[in-house]
């Protein structure tokens, strides 16, 4: 099987009035290389429609290898140089109404390596791609099919040496800014003709790198859709002014991003590609690239960090590259696709032990799925609860524990089916994808300031949420619908609900913003934070609470074939995060139950849970302390 995997995040809402989904346009497929024919599905049609794959190892110095149809396969270009366009019988041969198939050419393929594909299809008010030969005019106007007129241009000849020359539309027409290089901008009226581009035409002059005589060229042109209805926009091309602090200056898109490309243009550096199938960095993780680079990921750490919204990113970090003071900043921005609600619970959540081989290319815990969000421990020996995420990369947390954030390049999403690690073979998996109306993974950055509001995507209100701050040693905050705003608990503890103005404010969330307060462990100024959000929805997942009768009692979730999770927690005084799963067994006799703050191996000898068709049985079981007379107790159950 093909191990490319498609993204699947992305922000509530659909296209208005037939639009076309960004997903049908663009794509971010990650895959393991295996030195043969390797076929990548990434469900876009580029040998009808056209359009341009970028092909980039995430784990060799290759360059960034640059197919498209015009051009036609196997001709390439690598943008970190100024070489001309030639074959590369091995790259990418050949495009299909799916997707596009490459060979063994280690700059695309090589045996266990893994690689990242961008796929940019032709479509007007996206994406654009025109060749044309050079005249040395000083007033060329060169016809395109956008529909639109392009806020990115960039321009290479094919047959001879030249820079890769990019127009930003937040430069204008007089300046200019090389792809192949880290210099800055420059004013320059030569190479696009002192001429702004309008919705069909971009101007060229007599500057060799756009139009020199005899020479042939390749133009990709991207649209902005500010001027698009709100619901139909996929792309957007701006600037921003850098502030040098770790609480960046937040760019406004009115919608989650999937893929976005930076570069200083005052002060030069690397353009700074981050997309959300790779992860988005903060500090040291290493899922940055740079088409200026051949480099690979880990060499080129440390370079940025942004937080992805609801609503748009945030610069979180202050290095030079990305968020110096009064510095300017360009940027291009696509659109995630939407979240769509789930018909089965099977779309969303799995619960599996851990192979202990991936040979085949496929990560440990196999879920069906993209995961953006998983949780792992050894059930038999005991140990860390480890917590990672689609958007924080290689970066992982431990519910047993308020520990702070910690980098490994054992967490790896580079799967189209599940995730895994090599060192979790034994372990087992819980793993969640997001989805409207069930379930949100959100990373943001404090301000210190007491009624901060969090933008989300869930599209409901969140009955549950979970907070965890990375930057620091911090336990996990715990919000819940029965216990109200003005309590909380600690995921990382088996203390009771208590009172605090400073987690939540006092205020409930909304279907597309928490609150937080100014205590540190949810909104210290300039720390970073990620927050899981968990809603019901019908069928799929059930937030609830009962009271506990000191016998049994069936808990009804309004599921038809019971529950494969079951997380139960006290709340009225001392109790633990318990967890049950079908794999490990949920039936009418003993269940072996996990915690989630602690790092103990499972309980065998219990029988707490039952199972139930509607949802599960809680009986009293004294160890477990999940059904004592008169207690309350919130729980968390899966279809």
């Not at 040496?161 to 290089?181: C, P």
């Not at 019971?562 to 269940?591: C, E, H, M, P, Q």
């Amino acid at each position: 099987m093909t191990i490319e995997r498609k993204v699947g995040m992305g922000i509530a809402g659909q296209p208005s009035g037939g639009a076309t989904d960004v997903a049908e346009v663009f794509s971010t497929d990650l895959y393991t290389g295996n030195g043969g024919t390797k076929t990548i599905t990434s469900g876009i049609d580029i040998s009808g429609e056209g359009g341009l794959v970028i092909t980039k190892a995430r784990d060799l110095a290759e360059g960034m290898n640059w197919v498209d149809t015009v051009r036609g396969a196997p001709n390439y270009m690598r943008s970190h140089v100024n070489d001309v366009s030639s074959a590369l019988t091995t790259g990418l041969t050949a495009f299909n109404s799916t997707g596009h198939v490459y060979g063994s050419n280690s700059e695309v393929n090589q045996n266990t390596k893994k690689y990242v594909a961008w796929t940019f299809r032709k479509k007007e008010k996206f994406f654009d791609v025109v060749t044309y030969s050079g005249n040395e005019a000083t007033s060329r106007m060169i016809a395109h099919s956008l529909g639109s007129t392009p806020a990115v241009i960039i321009v290479k000849s094919t047959t001879a040496s030249g820079d890769w020359y990019v127009y930003h539309t937040s430069l204008g027409r007089l300046k200019v800014i090389v792809l192949n290089s880290t210099g800055v901008a420059y004013s320059d009226s030569g190479p696009w003709y002192n001429q702004a581009p309008t919705s069909t035409h971009f101007g060229v002059g007599s500057d060799g790198a756009t139009n020199g005589n005899g020479q042939t060229y390749v133009a990709y042109l991207f649209a902005d859709n500010s001027s698009e209805d709100a619901d139909d926009q996929m792309i957007k091309c701006g600037s921003y002014t850098g502030n040098g602090s770790a609480t960046g200056p937040v760019v406004n898109l009115g919608w989650e991003p999937q893929f976005v490309l930076i570069r200083n243009a005052s002060d030069g550096g690397n353009w700074l590609i981050m997309d959300s199938m790779r992860g988005i960095p903060t500090g040291d993780e290493s899922s940055v690239l740079a088409p200026n680079s051949s480099a690979a990921e880990s060499s080129l750490a440390n370079l940025w960090g942004i937080n992805l919204t609801a609503t748009g990113f945030q610069i979180n970090v202050t290095q030079s590259q990305i968020n110096a003071s009064s510095q300017t900043y360009i940027y291009m921005a696509i659109r995630a696709p939407m979240m769509i609600e789930p018909t089965a619970a099977t779309d969303v959540f799995a619960t599996v032990v851990g192979r202990s081989s991936t040979a085949d290319g496929r990560g440990n815990f196999l879920s069906g799925f993209p995961v953006d969000f998983g949780i792992a421990a050894v059930a038999t020996s005991g140990g860390t609860r480890f917590v990672a995420s689609r958007l924080t990369s290689e970066e992982y947390l431990q519910t047993s524990s308020n520990a702070a954030g910690a980098n490994s390049d054992s967490m790896l999403f580079d799967f189209s089916d599940g995730w895994g690690s090599p060192d979790f073979g034994t372990y087992n998996s819980w793993m969640w994808k997001r989805a409207k109306g069930y379930m949100d993974v959100v990373a943001y950055t404090g301000n210190g300031t007491a009624g901060r509001t969090v933008p989300h995507s869930l599209s409901v209100i969140p009955e549950m949420i979970w907070v965890k701050r990375r930057s620091g040693t911090n336990d996990w905050p715990v919000y819940n619908k029965t216990t109200t705003s003005t309590k909380y608990m600690f995921l990382s503890q088996a203390t009771g609900s208590a009172t605090a103005a400073s987690i939540w404010n006092d205020t409930a969330p909304t279907s597309s913003v928490f609150t937080v307060g100014n205590y540190v462990g949810v909104n210290g100024s300039s720390d970073t934070y990620i927050a899981y959000l968990f809603a019901t929805l019908d069928g799929i997942s059930k937030v609830g609470s009962y009271t506990g009768n000191g016998t049994n009692q069936t808990i009804s979730c309004g599921f038809s074939a019971g529950s494969r999770f079951i997380l139960i927690k006290r709340t009225d005084a001392t109790g633990s995060w318990y967890v049950w799963d079908s794999v490990r067994g949920i039936v009418a006799g003993n269940d072996p139950y996990l915690i989630l703050n602690g790092t103990a191996s499972q309980v065998t000898s219990d029988d707490s849970v039952d199972p139930a068709n509607a949802g599960f049985i809680v009986n009293q079981v004294s160890a477990s302390n999940i059904n004592v007379s008169s207690a309350t107790y919130i729980f968390y159950a899966i279809a």
